[in-house]
């Protein structure tokens, strides 16, 4: 059995460990959401990693959830981009993008007054940050199956100018009930009737936005250099599905026939014994690299690849305070704590000043 020191082939890609970095929300890119030479430091400090994940970015100008995040919806996102790429190739690390669109969990107030779109018309129930405090979840706008090609250009637009900022791939999110899981998953996904019905209903229709999103990724990059990641049993935003396990087979079905780099699948615990049923069907119907994320340690991370049911495992947390995450884990070092304070905070405070480990 692989030990998470080992190389694996991820597509078009050869990491030199399985110790992914997860992508990360940090909302270090201002209002201009356009990285920045503190970013380009921050995953610099990472290189280490078997491949960077970078944080969930917009594919769209108008489809911010937070502010701060970065963008790649332009020529000058993926300029900006450039200087993170540089700086990790540089340190000698591997570095995708996280393609995003929020959908419902976007707020009007932080895209120029336009209302938040999904597949249906339910909003989340909850507060979300704005400029001017905590504010109600809107309704969002039933997108018309007629205006989904245009959400597709975005996906692919978005991978474009990843791959002229020097990203080696990208991620597409269709996790944690954003918008391609608003589409996925019927607990929003209600669609029916006259220009409505071919994205909704059947898991087959609910799939096709995802899917699309995908092969228009794949055209771009390769399906070598495209991964997704999905959250069957994760209910962020609001979201859940009658059936996790079919709506995951059939998927990590058609992802496999397309070829993609790897299948990630966020978990929140791994002892739990539905997120192990789920990572097993996974496996099941998608041939190629399996990826987990979610409260692993090093040990339970290295018995995930003894029993096979990981290929490589994905760290958030621990990568947040530990740019060094490889040499502690390798040596069997403490780990620093992350300090939650700063996570969305501006600056270099807990962003770029996590000590590594003494020599
Ligand atoms: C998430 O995937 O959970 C996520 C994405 C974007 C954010 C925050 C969290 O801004």
Not at 26 to 38: D, E, F, P, T
Not at 164 to 172: E, K, P, R, T
Not at 251 to 265: C, D, S, T
């Amino acid at each position: 059995m692989p030990s998470l020191f080992d190389p694996l082939t991820l597509g078009a890609l050869t990491l030199p460990n399985r110790i992914l970095m997860a992508p990360l929300t940090r909302a270090r890119a201002g209002r201009s959401h356009i990285a920045n030479a503190l970013m380009a430091e921050h995953y610099a400090q990472r290189a280490s990693a078997g491949l960077l994940i970078a944080e969930a970015t917009m594919v769209a100008a108008d489809g911010c959830a937070f502010t701060g995040e970065p963008g790649i919806y332009d020529d000058a996102c993926a300029a900006g981009w450039r200087g993170v790429t540089d700086a990790v190739h540089a340190a000698g690390g591997r570095m995708q993008l996280q393609i995003w669109h929020p959908g419902r969990s976007a707020h009007s107030s932080l895209n120029g007054g336009v209302q938040p779109i999904s597949s249906g018309e339910r909003a989340i129930q909850g507060l979300i940050n704005t400029p001017s405090g905590k504010q109600p979840y809107e309704q969002p706008r039933r997108l018309r199956d007629d205006e989904l090609p245009a959400i597709v250009e975005l996906f692919r637009g978005a991978t474009r100018r990843a791959l002229q900022a020097g990203f080696d791939g990208v991620q597409l999110h269709g996790a944690h009930g954003y918008l391609l899981d608003q589409f996925l998953r019927d607990g929003v996904n209600d669609r029916s009737g006259p220009g409505f019905e071919r994205y909704g209903g059947s898991i087959e229709n609910r799939a096709r936005l995802l899917l699309e999103c995908v092969d228009a990724a794949v055209a771009e990059a390769g399906a070598g250099r495209v991964g997704l990641r999905l959250s069957p049993l994760a209910g962020s935003n609001d979201l859940v599905d009658s059936d996790p396990e079919a709506l995951l087979a059939y998927v990590a079905g058609q992802l496999g026939a397309r070829g993609i780099a790897y299948l990630e699948l966020r978990h929140m615990d791994p002892a739990l014994d539905a997120e192990r049923r789920i990572a097993a069907v996974a496996r099941q119907h998608f041939p190629g690299p399996l990826l987990r994320n979610g409260g692993f340690s090093a040990a339970t991370a290295q018995a995930a690849l003894d029993e096979g049911s990981a290929d490589a495992i994905v760290f958030g947390r621990a990568y947040i305070a530990n740019p060094d995450l490889v040499e502690r884990l390798r040596a069997g070092a403490p780990l620093n704590e992350p300090e939650p304070k700063t996570y969305y905070a501006a600056g270099a405070a807990g962003y770029t000043d996590y000590p590594r480990m003494a020599a």
